[in-house]
């Protein structure tokens, strides 16, 4: 029994925690962070004042987790990003295709929890700290509701991931909130004050069918008039969760303090809203419906974006600037929102793409002020119309694991962030990015650690591409239709392409590259042919032209009602069918035709559709394309980029292997592998379910053996991309045999890249 008299100096249990890093926030971009930081040997305590990781995708928002891959609706072809957002996206996709919120909350606690580096603190909030100067901070406090417990934390490097910049804030580190005028980053696209200056929150409702009728009594607070909403008609009884998106409100408000205000309001739209279509009348299918779940914290979009020592712009994104300190990716619109949310006339957003992905540099990751804070997440130094492509959560998550890099570096070389940078360790920060499986545009990962760049690799066979030699499918070309195909410099080789037609008609052919090199966007017309079609079988296509770099090509096809493509269900590693399709969910309409002077550029989509159907076109080439060799096993590029960057065995082949050998006896402590998880599917984390739990492309089963013949690993069932084997003891042997199968019988084998240290 524990019994205190009465008390005027009780104080709260406090427990001291010390650590490498300190990061606040759980949501994607913190937990990313903090995971790669644990696994490059930094202690880190995660702070997180929720129950659950995730943030907006976590079940108490219900957000789908997307980022340079737009819902397969841009031209990012293979952009989907990696390392450990990569990792979770694949591993939810196979835990949980239906895109249960519930399942992604248990995914994120176990990674986290399984990281013996990483403390974790749920139900945490920090709400005050300490400086040792004016410029660096030297602890947090934090409280946790659940156990009455005050949490001291200690550590040289802090990052705030908290979506709002509490630590930052408290810091007095420099910081943005609303949209900058035009004239100060000479941005065409900053928005007029009728527009708005901040994106607002939103909240989520799920339905469930009972089988049996339902009734629903509003309560008092909700809206009573459903036509304040001008958008009122799009609501229906089959849309719920994010694909209600708009249903966003306090962009006109202060969108950190009065966060509880535009909750109300939200709630009063969303019950007003079930309301309306449980009892208007309007909807009889929703007789047996009821209300499963009611979001009860917003989904924020914006508050607080802190100025670090570079400030991405518009231009950043559009022009596709360059940067030597680039450490992530992004690939979102630019995504902004009227202020006036769900009660505005306008349409619920506006999005504005690029021509293909852009650089996220290390200077807006660290604050310009205070020299050991880190930012992720959101509130990383962007402008505000900049903020409308890197505010999304796997493009957050991604330059988040940056940080958690960086941080490892700056405790083994005892620096700050921005000393990192003026020391000259950026090349290495990039290199160790690289090695978790992060893709950064324009560098290649070559290390003298890695045994393989100093070895002869064989294999049992390559696949010698001359196209597509099945037809399992013919589909109308009511869609203008195109086959990406990956060409080296010189001649453009003739194609031939199987085609059905009931009467004589003109077939318009083109053949399109990309002015940008690794871009997707075919803006750049190399020839035209337009073919007479008499009967139907295969038409030799002749482009007569030439391609003066290595890079992938659009043979496309034109809309022709009277003409019939065969397709195949064969599918190989970096080939891909793309089309002229339409996706609203992204405004795109088939051709990006921006506002005169917005400062953004005119093209044409062209997007694959989702499996089961995307089937590439049975086309076949005359000559036989040399772009699946070993030599892409030690290029430094693990995904489709100018060519597939990755070895493929010849379909035929029953038995493929790899002969890597060394000069002499080596010993190897880690392989690692990069195989192919479709960097093109976006991998939506709820509400869309998804066909398929694995891959086709991954390959599933491999064993490796020494240069005795002794198997010293094997693998079944695999389906993440990669796969870092760590031998408890180091494998001596002049060489390694790989073998592997085919994931199906429609697809070969394909490895990107393999690694020895």
């Not at 799920?206 to 509003?218: I, L, M, N, Q, R």
């Not at 009611?294 to 991405?312: A, H, L, N």
């Not at 390959?699 to 240069?707: A, E, G, L, W």
Request: proline share 4%; net charge negative; charged share 20%.
């Amino acid at each position: 029994m524990i019994r205190q008299d009465v008390a005027f100096d009780r104080k709260l249990h406090t427990q001291e925690l010390n650590a490498d890093l300190i990061i606040t926030g759980g949501g994607l971009a913190g937990v990313c962070a903090a995971i790669t930081a644990a696994r490059a040997g930094t202690k880190v305590v995660l702070v997180q004042d929720r129950p659950v990781l995730g943030g907006n995708s976590s079940s108490e928002v219900r957000l789908w987790i997307l980022g340079a891959t737009s819902h397969m609706g841009n031209n990012n072809r293979w952009a989907r990003e990696g390392g450990v957002i990569d990792e979770i996206l694949v591993e939810n996709t196979y835990k949980n295709p239906e895109g249960n919120p519930l399942i992604l909350d248990i995914l994120l606690l176990d990674k986290v929890k399984n990281e013996s580096n990483i403390t974790l603190l749920l139900n945490t909030v920090v709400y005050s700290l300490e400086k040792e100067s004016a410029e660096k901070i030297r602890l947090l406090k934090a409280f946790c509701s659940q156990n009455s417990t005050e949490y001291i934390l200690k550590a040289p490097l802090f990052c705030d991931a908290s979506g709002d910049g509490i630590v930052g804030f408290l810091a007095g580190a420099a910081f943005r909130m609303g949209a900058e005028k035009q004239e100060e980053f000479d941005e065409p696209m900053a928005p007029s004050a009728e527009y708005g200056e901040l994106l607002g929150h939103s909240l989520y409702f799920y339905s469930k069918d009972t089988g049996k009728p339902v009734k629903f009594e509003a309560p008092k607070f909700a809206l009573e008039d459903i036509t304040e909403i001008p958008r009122y008609r799009s609501f229906n009884a089959q849309d719920y969760g994010c694909r209600l998106w708009w249903v966003e409100y306090g962009g006109r408000l202060d969108t950190v303090h009065q966060t509880e205000t535009i909750k109300w309001e939200l709630w009063k739209v969303i019950y007003g809203v079930w309301n309306y279509i449980k009892n208007s009348g309007n909807f009889p299918e929703a007789e047996t419906l009821t209300l499963e779940w009611v979001g009860t914290i917003p989904g924020k979009r914006e508050s607080r974006r802190f100025e670090g020592d570079y400030i991405m712009t518009q231009h950043d994104l559009i022009k596709q600037i360059a940067h030597e300190d680039a450490v992530a990716y992004g690939g979102w619109s630019i995504d902004l929102h009227p202020a006036d949310g769900v009660f505005s006339e306008r349409p619920g957003c506006n999005q504005w793409h690029s021509k293909g992905i852009f650089h996220i540099p290390y200077r807006s990751m660290y604050s310009r002020n205070i020299d050991n804070l880190f930012l992720a997440g959101r509130i990383i130094s962007v402008s505000h119309i900049a903020f409308g492509a890197t505010r999304v959560m796997a493009t957050a998550a991604y330059a988040a694991q940056a940080v958690g890099i960086a941080a490892s570096l700056c405790n083994k070389h005892n620096v700050m962030p921005r000393e990192l940078l003026q020391q000259g360790h950026i090349g290495q920060l990039q290199k160790e990015l690289m090695k978790v499986g992060q893709h950064i545009p324009g560098v290649f990962l070559k290390e003298d650690t890695d045994l393989v760049q100093y070895s002869e690799i064989q294999a049992s066979s390559t696949f010698e591409f001359s196209g597509f030699h099945e037809i399992h499918s013919w589909k109308d070309l009511s869609i203008a239709a195109a086959q990406l195909v990956p060409l080296k410099a010189g001649k453009v080789p003739t194609f031939k392409i199987p085609l059905e037609s009931e009467k004589p008609t003109l077939l318009t052919c083109e053949l399109w590259s990309s002015s940008r090199r690794g871009n997707f966007t075919p803006d750049i017309l190399l020839s035209t042919k337009k073919i007479n079609i008499v009967e139907s079988g295969y038409v030799d296509l002749d482009f007569d032209t030439y391609v003066t770099d290595e890079a992938y090509v659009f043979v496309v096809f034109r809309t022709n009602e009277d003409i019939k493509l065969g397709y195949t269900n064969q599918r190989v590693t970096g080939m891909l069918s793309v089309f002229n399709l339409v996706n609203k969910a992204v405004s795109n309409y088939g051709r990006q035709v921006p506002t005169p002077g917005s400062g953004v550029d005119e093209f044409e989509f062209w997007c694959p559709q989702r499996r089961p159907s995307g089937e590439n076109i049975a086309m076949r080439i005359a000559e036989s394309l040399d772009v699946f060799s070993v030599d892409n096993l030690k290029n430094g590029v693990d995904r489709p980029v100018t060519k597939p960057n990755a070895w493929v065995a010849d379909p035929a082949d029953t038995n493929p292997t790899l002969i890597i050998s060394f000069d002499g006896k080596k010993s190897i402590n880690t392989i690692v592998f990069s195989f192919d998880s479709d960097f093109d599917h976006p991998m939506e984390s709820v509400l869309m379910g998804h066909p398929e739990r694995i891959m086709p492309f991954c390959i599933r089963n491999y064993k490796i053996y020494d240069d005795q013949g002794t198997e010293i690993y094997a693998m079944n069932a695999n389906y993440q991309t990669r796969n870092e084997i760590k031998f408890e003891n180091a494998v001596i042997t002049e060489r390694l045999t790989v073998v592997v199968e085919h994931p199906s019988i429609y697809v070969p084998a394909a490895i990107f890249s393999v690694h020895c240290y």
